[in-house]
């Protein structure tokens, strides 16, 4: 069996038609095949997650494969205001944030979310992906151009297809590309650039001084998604427009509570204006069940830890560069990575499936990438550090992560590890 082929060609199965919808699901038959090999890797049950470490088939594994950068999760005072938040609120708000789903906890953090990314006004969702598709259908419509980073999030892409805005993509991170592609749309159309602040695979950052220049010279307006930079760059983790120092040229800021502020939930923050206008008509926004009073309390939480304790943000920093470097001298190529967000390049999506589930049985849990999140042929193992994490234990995992690259062979260029079942 060419497990190469089978892999790849799963997808055509969304392409296929026919009078009956569901034959695709039944003709969907990669899942039990990995499962039959044991190297799927989705949607695996965590029983404990402590940040630099995890729980999983009752084994304690390092955890390089969350989104808890600075491993707020897990903090005590996180937990505590969430479950008082559940005490007095209930589980739900059972309705949208437009008629009866907001509280206290949503009023104060939006204000609080404002004054931290340096904007007038906040608005908070129920989910980060809802947070991009209520501005984007807010904003944009078909008598609007949406230009997109070929590499930005998935939830950016469907935003803009939900608005029915023309989609253009632009070479990532390439303010050359943008330009030409600006200088070519008519004077009289509505544009939003939308960019990634810290790209969520590569782990690169946007080159936010040229593009806000190219936007600003073309009389457009931008839109960040620092869904991974809160709490990540920028002085004391405030964004990737405060480390440019950017934050009044950019017009609309979102980001998520799933990475570093310990919760789930997204935000946005814009002036008072912009913020009333996607209150009202981001369908996210209007249609949509609002996030717990729990949930919302825990987000409030840890954005007061890290204003209080910025220097989390630089221990996650020496942690990045010590997987980074660790990484790199045992041969892997991390790509462009300057942040927490490190790619392990492997190409061969087979190999990239068949690793992660070694380092699992070893003791380090990464998560393997394949295609449509990363091109085809460049599968990856995408690492994340935390920072909890110890250098004794980032350590460690460098040399299973090593040890594992050199029984595949993925450490030595000229090398190739067929997988062939």
């Not at 390049?345 to 499936?353: F, R």
């Not at 992560?401 to 062939?420: C, D, F, H, L, N």
């Amino acid at each position: 069996m060419d497990l190469e082929k089978l892999i790849s060609s799963r997808h055509e199965l969304l392409e296929s038609g026919g009078r009956d919808v569901l034959k695709k699901a039944y003709d969907f038959e990669i899942v039990e095949i990995l499962k039959s090999f044991d190297i799927y890797p989705y949607f695996k049950e965590i029983e404990k997650n402590e940040g630099a470490t995890a729980v999983i088939n009752g084994k304690e594994v390092i955890m390089l494969g969350s989104n808890n950068y600075l491993g707020l999760t897990t903090h005590p005072e996180v937990r505590k205001t969430a479950a008082e938040a559940a005490l007095e609120y209930g589980t739900s708000m059972t309705g949208s944030r437009f008629l009866n789903g907001t509280s206290r906890f949503h009023t104060e953090l939006e204000m609080e979310l404002a004054e931290f990314t340096g904007k007038e006004a906040g608005l908070v969702f129920t989910t980060g992906y809802q947070a991009n598709l209520g501005v984007m259908t807010a904003l944009l419509n078909e008598n609007t151009k949406c230009v997109l980073d070929k590499f930005d999030h998935a939830s950016i892409y469907d935003g803009c297809r939900m608005s029915g805005a023309e989609m253009i993509t632009f070479r990532h991170n390439d303010g050359e590309d943008l330009d030409r592609i600006l200088s070519g749309i008519p004077q009289d159309c509505g544009i939003l650039v939308v960019v990634d602040g810290v790209f969520s695979m590569e782990g690169d950052i946007v080159k936010l001084d040229k593009i806000v220049q190219v936007v600003k010279k073309h009389g457009a307006r931008i839109m960040l998604d620092d869904a991974h930079g809160i709490g990540v760059v920028g002085e004391g983790g405030r964004g990737t427009a405060w480390k440019f120092g950017l934050t009044g040229e950019v017009d609309v800021i979102v980001g998520t509570f799933s990475k570093s502020l310990a919760s789930i939930g997204g935000f946005v923050s814009a002036d008072y204006k912009t913020i009333e206008f996607i209150k009202h008509f981001g369908r996210s926004m209007i249609f949509s069940a609002s996030a717990p009073p729990s949930a919302v309390a825990a987000a409030r939480t840890a954005l007061r830890i890290l204003k209080t304790e910025p220097r989390m943000v630089n221990k996650l920093h020496d942690n990045a560069e010590r997987l980074r470097n660790g990484l790199t001298k045992a041969g892997f190529d991390t790509g462009v990575s300057v942040t927490p967000i490190i790619p392990v390049t492997i190409g061969s999506e087979p190999v990239a499936l068949c690793m992660a589930r070694t380092l699992l049985d070893e003791g380090v849990f990464v998560n393997p990438v394949c295609y449509p999140a990363v091109p085809k042929k460049k599968a990856m193992l995408r690492t994340s550090v935390t920072a909890l994490h110890t250098f004794r234990q980032i350590d460690r995992a460098v040399e299973i992560i090593a040890e594992t690259g050199r029984k595949y062979e993925v450490v030595k260029p000229e090398a190739r590890y067929q997988v062939s079942i």
